[in-house]
T-cell receptor, first 109, second 113 residues
Framework: GIQVEQSPPDLILQEGANSTLRCNFS?????LQWFHQNPWGQLINLFY???GTKQNGRLSATTVATERYSLLYISSSQTTDSGVYFC???????????FGTGTSLTVIP | NAGVTQTPKFQVLKTGQSMTLQCAQD?????MSWYRQDPGMGLRLIHY???????DQGEVPNGYNVSRSTTEDFPLRLLSAAPSQTSVYFC????????????FGSGTRLTVV
């Protein structure tokens, strides 16, 4: 399958700070998505971003498919941003999503 | 509109027992899938379905069976539970996996003793 590496594995921020999370892929991918798992375990889809840049409020994501990476930007972080952020993608011709091991974010008031 | 409903939320099994984890969605999504989440390993795909009557194996299918008789339901069966199947299980659905918009259930925490 595809190897999906996320960095950093853990991140602690002061409320109001900005951060960048990175996702690297071992091979060409399609259907790249970012997810947030809150401290109660619920998984929420943040972005579907196979290429280019998208923004949703304080969050934005950029995927450079030719260089096999994607970035998730969080600006003016809030305590409610805490949790684990996952990226996932499929092979160009496949149906299976491969997840990274996640970045655990803690935002301190 | 309930989204994706998983039952039960918690379950303890003895080694060798069998059980079915239920997953139902009311969004008329074609694509449904089951994942397990283990500490430090992210989510791994067990089985998935692209429509009623069609299922396929994911990354870690051994010890699990699925069926998709209706668009709404996608149950996961553990045939003979083993301690290695202790995990948190998530069901997800999407109207098209290529477009995204994944919706996850709230998860089932399974412990096999």
């Amino acid at each position: 399958g595809i190897q999906v590496e996320q960095s950093p594995p853990d991140l602690i921020l002061q409320e109001g700070a900005n951060s960048t999370l990175r996702c690297n892929f071992s091979d060409s991918v399609n259907n790249l998505q970012w997810f947030h798992q809150n401290p109660w375990g619920q998984l929420i889809n943040l972005f579907y971003i196979p290429s280019g840049t998208k923004q949703n409020g304080r969050l934005s994501a950029t995927t450079v498919a030719t260089e096999r990476y994607s970035l998730l930007y969080i600006s003016s972080s809030q305590t409610t941003d805490s949790g684990v952020y996952f990226c996932a993608a499929t092979r160009p011709t496949g149906n299976q999503f491969y997840f990274g091991t996640g970045t655990s974010l803690t935002v301190i008031p | 509109n309930a989204g994706v409903t998983q039952t039960p939320k918690f379950q303890v099994l003895k080694t060798g027992q069998s059980m079915t984890l239920q997953c139902a969605q009311d969004m008329n999504h074609e694509y449904m899938s089951w994942y397990r989440q283990d500490p430090g390993m992210g989510l791994r795909l067990i089985h998935y379905s692209v429509g009623a009557g069609i299922t396929d194996q994911g990354e870690v299918p051994n010890g699990y069976n699925v069926s998709r008789s209706t668009t709404e339901d996608f149950p996961l069966r553990l045939l003979s539970a083993a301690p290695s199947q202790t995990s948190v299980y998530f069901c997800a659905s999407s109207y098209d996996r290529r477009i995204g918009g994944y919706t996850f259930g709230s998860g089932t925490r399974l412990t096999v003793v």
